[in-house]
């Protein structure tokens, strides 16, 4: 892998990791960008004890353009984008709407490829692994800048969703507080390890994997899963068998496989509401259900199972960092083809999720739907 950090009109940073160590990146940024000015602002609920982002800023950020007009595409033809470069493996750079900017963190987003009509799934082994090194190492920049507690590396896919932007792309958050999510894992891992003198991480996947029921997919360093109190229609949890704090502590093996397992979990997801209620969803284009989904749903145009996937890292600077265990979290909020699982009354009031698909169904769903 090459790394090449350079700066765009504005003055933020733009960084290209490539595949070839001879790649020559001394594009220029042409555009007239006026300086970026945000309005970020950390405000803390007494009530509940978290955090909100005030960011009236993004208010006037790019919303559904044509593809033509993509902004994350490489710079070609005449027409400038966020990119320079004619052609690009992976690009990060500094987003130009952050939620979180200054004191208040830091935003980016991370372009998976140049190919506007391709998706994470239709990337090769190489292209997923280089990806990953660019969440590892910019996992290692942001965890150096003052003030980050934690760095959260994530993709939201689908106009479902709520993606403005219909490259494929993630984006990574760098908290300059712990986020409540994480604070409640670390509370249940500390009242477990009280009462049985265990990890609660461990003896999760390890309940996993004695019971087998939910177990969708495991390789020799990775298993993944349906969680037993799944939240969501179709939800999967990626652990590395042996328990690493962040995406810095994966060892080589584990890096080596992860291509593998997660392009087939996604390539899944994107077959699970094939064929079903009479759909012709997520890829399906009146072909072989045997056929790669997403390589059916980008000839057809058709939509993609829309999903959001999580990366959890242990926070920065807490007590017993050795404790927690890196694992990735996918989801989609679709529960059936053509109906979505909102969060309603009891889900956004009261936090308390109501799942229509029980976590054992999914799991099976999500075995016979294994890519030939």
């Known amino acids: 892998m090459k790394k090449t950090t350079t700066r765009l009109a504005d003055g933020r940073e733009l960084i290209y990791y490539d595949l070839r160590d001879d790649a020559v990146r001394d594009e220029r940024d042409h555009r007239p960008l006026d300086p970026v000015a945000t309005a970020s602002e950390i405000r803390h609920d007494r009530l509940l004890g978290d955090s909100v982002a005030i ?24 027409r400038l984008s966020e990119i320079p470069a004619p052609d690009y493996d992976v690009a990060v750079f500094e987003n130009r709407f952050p939620s979180l900017a200054g ?14 009509d391709a998706s994470f799934a239709d990337l090769s082994e190489e292209q997923a692994a280089l990806v990953l090194e660019a969440w590892t190492d910019r996992t290692a920049e942001l965890s150096q800048l003052p003030g980050v507690e934690q760095v959260f590396c994530f993709e939201n896919r689908g ?32 009242a477990h390890r009280e009462a049985t003198g265990g ?11 004695a019971d087998g029921r939910r177990i969708v997919l495991e390789g ?34 584990a ?12 390539r899944r997801f994107d077959r699970i509401f094939v064929g079903r209620d009479g759909g012709k969803e997520a890829g399906r284009d009146g072909g072989k259900e045997g056929e790669g989904a997403s390589r059916g749903a980008r000839a057809a145009g058709a939509a993609r199972t829309p999903y959001i996937a999580a990366w959890h890292q242990a926070p920065l600077r807490a007590g017993r960092r050795e ?17 979505l699982k909102f969060l309603a009354g009891s889900e956004s009031g009261m936090n308390v999720f109501i799942n229509d698909v029980p976590p054992e ?3 099976e769903r999500l075995r016979e739907v294994a890519s030939e």
């Open 323 to 339: 404790d927690f265990a890196l694992h990735l979290e996918l989801f989609t909020i679709r529960r059936t083809s053509g109906k």
């Open 361 to 363: 169904a999914a799991a």
């Open 55 to 78: 960011a009236s800023h993004r208010q006037a950020r790019t919303y559904h353009p044509p593809a033509d007009e993509c902004p994350l595409c490489p710079s070609r033809d005449g």
């Open 255 to 266: 890096r080596t496989e992860f291509p593998q397992i997660y392009l087939e979990v996604l």
């Open 220 to 253: 020799e360093h990775w298993v993944v899963f349906v969680p037993y109190a799944a939240h969501w229609p179709y939800e999967v949890h990626l652990y590395p068998k042996r328990r690493v704090p962040d995406l810095l502590a994966l060892d080589e093996a």
């Open 103 to 116: 004191d208040s963190g830091r935003c980016e987003v991370v372009c998976f490829t140049p190919d506007h």
């Open 159 to 190: 106009a479902e969703i709520g993606v403005t932007l219909g490259h494929p792309h993630g984006q990574i958050y760098a908290y300059p507080f712990i986020t409540p999510r994480t604070e409640r894992m670390r509370t249940s891992l500390a």
């Open 199 to 209: 990890n609660l991480f461990d003896d999760t996947v390890a309940d996993e994997l």
